[in-house]
Nanobody, 126 residues
Framework: QVQLMESGGDSVQAGGSLRLSCAASGFTKTNKWMGWFRQTPGKEREGVATLYTENSATLYADSVQGRFTISQDNAKNTVFLQMNSLKPEDTGVYYC???????????????????WGQGTQVTVSS
């Protein structure tokens, strides 16, 4: 059974940092796109960053480029999202997702990812 479990969400002041973790189980993380998405009430789920597990190639949304870093720990089957210089507009529920069908190549489109975690709340206050 495929499971993705996020952790690390918290409330921080603007300018602060957080590190989110996504522990994957039930599937081989090799050669997969694994991404982070976020959502706020009334808005569509937005792709933040994605990583190809074979070679750690990454893609970022323009809104987080230079502030967020996605990475992986193969030994622990975990994907991370390091978030620095946080802004109030970064507030939302952050979801980890995996593309196990090979459809999400270089894409932050949520519909291309087929497995999702339950989400972790990030709140950035000004």
């Amino acid at each position: 059974q495929v499971q993705l479990m996020e952790s690390g969400g918290d409330s921080v002041q603007a300018g602060g940092s957080l590190r989110l973790s996504c522990a994957a189980s039930g599937f081989t993380k090799t050669n997969k796109w694994m991404g982070w998405f976020r959502q706020t009430p009334g808005k569509e789920r937005e792709g933040v960053a994605t990583l190809y597990t074979e070679n750690s190639a990454t893609l970022y949304a323009d809104s987080v480029q230079g502030r967020f870093t996605i990475s992986q720990d193969n030994a622990k089957n975990t994907v991370f999202l390091q978030m620095n210089s946080l802004k109030p507009e970064d507030t939302g529920v952050y979801y980890c997702a995996a593309d196990t069908r090979g459809r999400a190549s270089w894409s932050l489109r949520a519909s291309l990812y087929d497995y999702w975690g339950q989400g972790t709340q990030v709140t950035v206050s000004s």
